[in-house]
């Protein structure tokens, strides 16, 4: 997806633009705030992945930009145990309620991409633990 400087609104001093990194930034951060995301995912094609480090809030998304309009794409990993609908649907509600609240443009679509499934740290710790316990 394209992401184009908008021409939000104008004043009677001038006039108010929201880059398209901003929205990126905002949509990345609702993300990583649901319950069951442990990071965001570049795309299988960079394979590179962000696991709720927040070093780089627009990882893993991309957002298309109108000028009162935006759609959004999110790629994400989630934990195991959690159900992915419920995720994905808690995604896109989050993700679209921040971006209104916050700028002004209307979301009309928020795309949830779950790239991957992973254990959290502690029953990564406890499977490590029973894998030495047993010869």
Do not use: C, W
């Given at each position: 997806?394209?992401?184009?400087?908008?021409?939000?609104?104008?004043?009677?001093?001038?006039?108010?633009?929201?880059?398209?990194?901003?929205?990126?930034?905002?949509?990345g951060l609702a993300t990583v705030e649901v319950?069951?995301?442990?990071?965001?995912?570049?795309?299988?094609?960079?394979?590179?992945?962000?696991?709720?480090?927040?070093?780089?809030?627009?990882?893993?998304?991309?957002?298309?930009?109108?000028?009162?309009?935006?759609?959004?794409?999110?790629?994400?990993?989630?934990?195991?145990?959690?159900?992915?609908?419920e995720v994905a649907t808690e995604i896109q509600?989050?993700?679209?309620?921040?971006?209104?609240?916050?700028?002004?443009?209307?979301?009309?679509?928020?795309?949830?991409?779950?790239?991957?499934?992973?254990?959290?740290?502690?029953?990564?710790?406890?499977?490590?633990?029973?894998?030495?316990?047993?010869?």
């Amino acid at each position: 997806m394209s992401t184009l400087p908008t021409e939000f609104e104008r004043t009677d001093i001038g006039e108010i633009q929201i880059a398209p990194e901003v929205i990126e930034v905002i949509a990345g951060l609702a993300t990583v705030e649901v319950k069951g995301v442990a990071g965001m995912s570049g795309g299988f094609a960079g394979g590179i992945v962000e696991l709720l480090g927040r070093k780089n809030l627009s990882k893993g998304v991309k957002v298309e930009v109108g000028q009162r309009e935006a759609a959004v794409d999110v790629s994400v990993i989630v934990e195991y145990g959690n159900r992915l609908p419920e995720v994905a649907t808690e995604i896109q509600r989050n993700v679209k309620r921040s971006i209104e609240t916050m700028t002004g443009l209307t979301v009309v679509e928020v795309n949830v991409h779950i790239h991957d499934v992973i254990f959290k740290a502690a029953e990564r710790s406890e499977e490590t633990e029973l894998s030495h316990r047993v010869k």
